[in-house]
């Protein structure tokens, strides 16, 4: 199933014909809810599995634009659009469930009430508006098993058994270097058991944040113990420190081990405190470098809601065009 950085038409393309090797591909929602449901048969023909295949829901596909409604009705349509999707399909179904006991599995991507994301692990937002998280009472009753995609963090959902996300199989940012799983689900009748899985760790990940007296201790003992893990070091000590890349650089010299960031957290906080052009993109978002050009023209607070709204859906109108921006 497609997820929010997949392009649909790209794997809807090579549909039929992978269908001929059994693989199933739903890139995008269509008038037909038969079109994402598979009824998945064991090697002697009888049903055993019912799978909702719901992919992505885009905007677009799950909501009609209204003439001159608010940012409060426009996320209420969404969250009321990715709810009569999910009943449309599970009532569906129902009607493939031959016996009372064939259990039924949805899939999804999307972004669950309370679910935990890291810091830096690209995470984004899907919808335009701050109510971007679908609680736990738009998925039916009759799903037995459901399988999330988008948060990495492997986790339950509402403390559920039976609904979580798998998380990524690698890290995706180092705020991610905690254990990786993958999910086994085992049903006994339309009762799921739940096994994780560890992912083994083939690239160890650290992150080394604090004063330089606690890096430098972290970077000499690294160096000695032989380990050889990627590194991203945070510098937030007291001390204005210019030359922290040569100091790091000169620790790490001939060690097996590779930096891949710096953040010198106390010259970005320099730089905002004098407010000049000293910020850097990877200290900025979209939206906050917005609010500045905002602030910049002068623009007056009445007129500032609108245009934010608007650079909102153009910048997510963007993304659903190109996902890899």
Known sequence: VAGNHDSPSFLTAPKELLRALNVHVVGAITDNPEHEILRLDGP??????IVCAVPYLRDRDIRVVEPGESIEDKERNLID????????????????RTRPDLPILATGHLFASGGQTADGDGVRQLYVGSLAQVTADCFPDNIDYLALGHLHIPQKIGGSET?????????????ERGAKSVCLVDFAGRQASVECLPVPVFQELE?????????ESRLKAIAAGGGHPWLE????GSKLISDL??????????????????????IMERALERDDDADTLDALDVY??????????????????DLRLAYRETVASFLEEDPHA
């Open 233 to 236: 070091i945070i510098y937030t």
């Open 288 to 305: 906050e470098v917005f609010e500045r050009c905002l602030a910049a023209h002068g623009v007056p607070d009445e007129q500032r809601p």
């Open 245 to 266: 890349r040569d100091r790091v650089e000169a620790l790490t010299a001939g060690a097996d081990m590779e930096v891949l960031r710096i953040k010198n957290a106390r």
């Open 163 to 175: 609904r979580r996300y798998s998380g990524s199989p690698v890290p995706m940012g180092f705020g």
């Open 207 to 215: 992150r080394i944040e604090g004063a330089w007296e606690a890096i």
């Open 81 to 96: 659009g990715i709810r009569r999707h999910y009943a449309a399909i599970s009532a569906q179904a129902e009607t493939y």
């Open 44 to 49: 002697g023909g009888e049903p055993e599995l």
